[in-house]
């Protein structure tokens, strides 16, 4: 079985060492109603992406770049030129003619890949001995451990079986579910196994035992038992990832005390057990009561992982080319940004200050109607900041005891919020929300979704007929105007936070904002979708913060920055911000492009009408929207596509209310001037930053290690749903299903949990509208401070190292230059030779 020379002790050392790598490399997936964007590779960044991409495309036939085809098209549009294909190849140690590169491209073909035993047997078309009928092994596998996590994990109801708590003997996964199946009579019947349920009594009640166990029985070799683990965590990938995302909350902490109590550490390898548990069922099945095929099966089994290494090599050069291609379109669109951002004069500080400033997240959506702003008048200055406005929050709804985090994922929060209401106030707010929470359980069970509608008979009809039926509730808030601000730490409400921590909040985020004056008005401007019926709802909300909208941040810091107190704080910190200057809340809805204030404001303070000012931006971000995903309707008045975009938002059988962050491409960290009047063609994060301003790099270390951080969590996610919908996309919305209330979405009833965006979310038919590329950061500052923070934090230098994403410096009047493995090296498009 495993290498002889080794000790039996050391053998049970490194066998173990497999299983947990094996286990430590699953990236979390966030539930329906805290949707965040994530990095579906993220426990692979300490080695070259390149190297990630043919590992798990041998493993689990996965797709990390786009298929040849894409390519082809990209070449024959123009998209992709010569030039960048000799700067790829050249960077990638390849001297060849385009030709001789599109001929490689051209002749791609599908290379075999390792298989589990029980895909071998399905793929052998031999298994006549159940039966022509019988279902494959692999996909009942599937269906089963799918639909039995389903009811272990979900939150409507407990599960037969399930003892709660940690003392529980059935509170752990595997033990659960051998008990669960060991009693289910229909997989026999459905899998054409009569003696399947015998065997069942063979395993091991204990999921370390288990695996040990299966290791012996198939005589797996030490060698393989990472990768045959990891094959087997990947073939149910989605719940791998529902139980890495528990995991993930368990250390670190989010204000949901379930976790930390709840949560079995050994999940994943307990989830592990069950996908190794059936491996030997199979196995044993075949080898007990159907000899000649599990001969023939075992000998492909064995055969084809004897192979490893050769077909590790062919899936390496085939991917190569790919690979190449791929950096290719990703250097054409960095010239492309080049040319546009030096070929900009950089504008003049303001002689004056403007009269309005507006602070957006910095979500690619926000850079057309940041644009669409400033075309209004020269008085108007926008910012780009991360999207949680530096208060690291989490809400609690007052009278509730529910708290729900509104910082990344990446970050905990600090503070506990709520809205100061009356006690009348409350108790209708508790109403309304009981109403909603019970309305929004029944829908999403799945047997209700017809029921649902015939039970509440002509009561419901109204909402039909206004196409008003499943309204986003993860974002039902009371719009109150005043907020507490409590410690998270502390349960007691009455512990509010001191004036010197409000003081430091506001000093810290008006630094991060780069602010160097202030306008008499200045709006901080959260964003928030508008859609019905949409169980992925939060997903086009904020894809940092926990899939919420940015309205409750917005609104606490204008409560901070407002307070008289805390302004005389900052003064005394050095912060001259006028007496007369107002910070209002609004929030812009990215399905409408409409921005709402959320308070009132001095009139006099505005020149011009904010309503007209925020029509025409509408107007011109509306317009451009359509241009770059549905060009077919440009033709529309500018009324037509205002009509347009708010039926979308109103419409409950909508698939497609908006694209959300479709095409991301760059994160851009410097000053506004620099950029102004470039159109990036919503495809860039933008945060302001001047450099003068941080002589410590503290700001710059904060902006590469949180947000360009969650920029690539958000790049990576729509670049795996892209090339690999199967693996890292939800499939069709129209099939959805709820899965235990908010844990996630099923493609019609069954198979593995589906993570990652829904087809419409990329795809317009056969059209793909997200272009797969890994990210482009580009940071105006100094080489030896981009440097220097990069060198103080490992996960910096994995992702730039490793080549999951791409750091360029920006020099004003100037060209890139890039930044890879300590070295830096010309991009100048003035340059064109290679």
Request: hydrophobic content about 40%; glycine content about 6%; some cysteine.
């Amino acid at each position: 079985m495993a290498n002889a020379k080794l000790k039996p002790e050391q053998q049970s050392d490194a066998i173990e060492f497999a299983i947990a790598r094996a286990c430590s490399r699953i990236a979390p997936t966030w539930p329906l109603d805290q949707s965040i964007a994530v990095n579906p590779w993220w426990q692979f960044k300490d080695q070259p992406y390149a190297k990630t991409a043919s590992e798990l495309s041998l493993l689990a036939n996965v797709k990390g770049y786009a298929p040849a085809a894409f390519y082809q098209k990209a070449y024959a549009d123009g998209k992709i030129t010569d030039q960048s294909l000799a700067r790829a190849g050249k960077r990638l140690g390849v001297n060849m003619p385009s030709a001789q590169l599109v001929s490689q491209l051209k002749a791609q073909n599908d290379t075999p890949t390792l298989t589990l035993f029980s895909v071998t047997v399905d793929s052998a078309q031999a298994d006549q001995f159940r039966g022509r009928n019988a279902m494959r092994w692999q996909e009942e596998i599937v269906h089963q451990i799918s639909q039995f996590c389903a009811a272990h994990f979900q939150s409507l109801r407990p599960m037969l079986g399930r003892k709660q708590g940690a003392g529980g003997q059935n509170s752990a996964l595997y033990g659960h579910w051998l008990e669960v199946t060991r009693v289910d009579y229909g997989l026999s019947i459905v899998l054409s196994a009569p003696k399947l349920r015998r065997l069942l009594q063979e395993l091991p009640t204990n999921a370390h035992h288990a695996i040990a166990f299966v290791i012996k029985e198939m005589e797996l070799k030490q060698k393989d038992i990472e990768q045959f683990a990891l094959a087997c965590l990947y073939d149910i990938h989605g719940w791998a990832s529902w139980v890495a995302y528990r995991q993930w909350q368990s250390h670190t902490p989010t204000g949901d005390p379930y976790y930390a109590t709840n949560v079995n550490a050994n999940e994943m390898r307990e989830l592990l057990a069950i996908r190794m548990a059936w491996e030997w069922l199979v196995f044993t099945y075949l080898k007990r009561y159907s000899e000649p095929l599990f001969r023939r099966s075992l000998h492909d089994f064995r055969v084809l992982w004897q192979r490893k290494p050769e077909l590790q090599a062919a899936h390496q050069a085939r991917l190569f080319t790919l690979q190449v291609w791929s950096l290719a379109q990703e250097i054409e669109y960095q010239r492309n940004v080049e040319r546009l951002l030096t070929a900009k004069k950089a504008e003049p500080d303001h002689a004056e200050t403007p009269w309005l400033q507006a602070v957006f997240c910095i979500d690619v959506r926000s850079e057309v109607m940041r644009r669409a702003l400033e075309q209004q008048h020269a008085g108007i200055e926008t910012k780009g900041f991360a999207g949680f406005f530096g208060v690291p929050l989490a809400y609690q709804p007052k009278g509730t005891p529910f708290v729900r985090s509104h910082t990344p994922g990446l970050l905990s929060p600090a503070l506990t919020v709520a809205e100061v209401l009356a006690e009348p106030e409350i108790e209708a707010r508790l109403q309304k929300l009981n109403r909603k929470a019970r309305m929004q359980t029944w829908s999403y069970a799945a047997p209700s979704s017809f029921s649902m509608v015939e039970s509440m008979g002509l009561l419901y009809l109204p909402k039909l007929l206004k196409g008003r039926v499943l309204g986003h509730v993860v974002n039902d808030l009371s719009h109150a105007s005043e907020w507490t601000i409590n410690n998270m730490s502390v349960a007691n409400e009455s512990d509010e936070v001191s004036l010197e921590k409000l003081t430091d909040i506001a000093a810290s985020v008006l630094t991060a904002m780069s602010f160097d004056n202030f306008a008499p008005l200045v709006l901080l401007v959260g964003h928030s979708s508008e859609s019905q019926n949409n169980l992925q709802a939060a997903a086009l909300d904020c894809g940092a913060c926990c899939g919420q909208s940015g309205e409750v941040n917005a609104r606490v810091l204008a409560q901070i920055l407002n307070h008289v107190e805390v302004r005389a704080g900052l003064k005394a910190r050095g912060f001259s911000i006028p007496e007369h200057t107002e910070f209002v809340a609004a929030v812009h809805n990215t399905t409408t492009d409409q921005i709402r204030l959320l308070s009132p404001h001095r009139e006099e303070n505005t020149p011009l009408p904010l309503a007209h000012v925020f029509a025409k931006a509408q107007e011109v971000a509306q317009s451009e929207r359509i241009a770059n995903f549905e060009p077919e309707n440009r033709h529309l008045s500018a009324e037509q596509k205002r009509q347009l975009m708010q039926a979308r938002a109103q419409d409950w059988a909508q698939q497609r209310p908006e694209w959300g962050l479709a095409n991301n491409a760059a994160f851009i960290i410097a000053p506004r001037a620099w950029s102004k009047g470039v159109n990036l063609s919503g495809r860039a994060f933008l945060h302001d930053y001047q450099a003068h301003l941080d002589p410590n790099q503290k700001v710059l270390e904060l902006l590469m290690t949180a947000p360009m951080v969650v920029a690539h969590w958000i790049n990576m996610q729509y670049n795996l749903s892209v090339c690999d919908p199967i693996k890292f996309g939800s499939g069709n919305k129209v099939l959805h299903n709820a899965v235990g209330g908010s844990i996630g979405v099923f493609e019609g009833n069954g198979g593995d949990l589906r993570i990652g965006l829904a087809q419409q979310s990329v795809f317009k038919g056969e059209q793909c509208l997200h272009t797969p590329q890994r990210l482009t950061v580009i940071i105006a500052a100094e080489q030896a401070a981009i440097a220097q923070v990069v060198a103080q934090h490992e996960v910096l230098q994995q992702l730039i190292n490793n080549d999951w994403l791409h750091v360029l410096q920006w020099q004003q009047n100037g060209g890139f230059t890039r930044f890879y493995r300590d070295q830096w090296q010309q991009t100048q498009i003035q340059n064109e030779g290679v």
